[in-house]
């Protein structure tokens, strides 16, 4: 167990169905991030939440909805995806400010498959 | 544009032999690296970091060297085990932006 907890870890869903992905963190961090990872590519950063702040979206689809309601949670809210859009969703939390340096701690992800 | 790469997609290695794992960047205002092993089923972990002040970092088993003038970062394994077989991932930070590479895939071979 790393600090950071997401839940489920597999899920399957149809392309009109709506789902939500949550991401807990207990280390204290104060920023939270979603990545999106597929076969063979980089991570691909979807959203940062710093402060319970959002500070970037990368041009991610609408299809897309993250909420952070405290500094502790992160949800990404899925509607009407598409099959493309099957992945490993992680979840990332790190601490950043005060002229520290610190690396991200991520979840284990969540498998999702879209049919 | 910037971009943090590998050189190697994969890599096999033979049980108790050492392994390099070798990652340039482009940004020179990169100031802090990380290596991350992310075995399957599981989320990229934290093994070692190096500041842009250090050119080496040891760990148990791991080293990290970094050479800011052709802009390098290499991960040593020694006695590389069963269980180091993942994919490793190199990472740069720039004004606590994250930037990670693709990753190298690791077979280890018994």
């Known amino acids: 167990e790393t600090g950071v907890t997401q839940t489920p870890r597999h899920l399957v869903m149809g392309m009109t169905n709506k789902k939500s992905l949550k991401c807990e963190q207990h280390?204290?961090?104060?920023?939270m991030y979603w990545y999106k990872q597929s076969a063979k590519k980089p991570l691909e950063l979807m959203f940062v939440?710093?402060?319970?702040?959002?500070?970037e979206n990368n041009s991610v689809p609408s299809r897309f909805s993250p909420e952070c309601p405290n500094s502790s949670h992160l949800f990404l809210h899925l509607h009407t995806l598409q099959p493309e859009d099957s992945a490993l969703y992680l979840c990332?939390?790190?601490?950043?400010?005060?002229?520290?340096?610190?690396?991200?701690?991520f979840g284990s992800g969540t498998r999702l498959t879209v049919v | 544009g910037e971009s943090v790469g590998l050189h190697l997609p994969t890599l096999s290695v033979q049980e108790g032999d050492n392994s390099i794992i070798n990652c340039a960047y482009s940004?020179?205002?990169?100031?802090?690296f990380i290596w991350y092993k992310q075995e399957s089923g599981k989320g990229p972990q934290f093994i070692i970091d190096?500041?842009?002040?250090?050119d080496k970092r040891q760990g148990q088993r791991v080293t990290v060297l970094l050479n800011k003038t052709v802009k390098h970062l290499s991960l040593q394994i020694a006695a590389t085990q069963p269980g180091d077989s993942a994919v490793y991932f190199c990472?740069?930070?720039?004004?606590?932006?994250?930037?990670f590479g693709p990753g190298t895939s690791l077979s280890v071979i018994p």
């Open positions: 990472a740069e930070n720039m004004y606590d932006k994250v930037i």
């Open positions: 939440y710093s402060l319970e702040e959002r500070v």
């Open positions: 940004n020179s205002a990169s100031d802090y």
């Open positions: 280390l204290g961090h104060n920023a």
């Open positions: 190096i500041r842009s002040n250090m």
């Open positions: 990332a939390s790190s601490q950043v400010g005060g002229g520290d340096l610190y690396g991200y701690t």
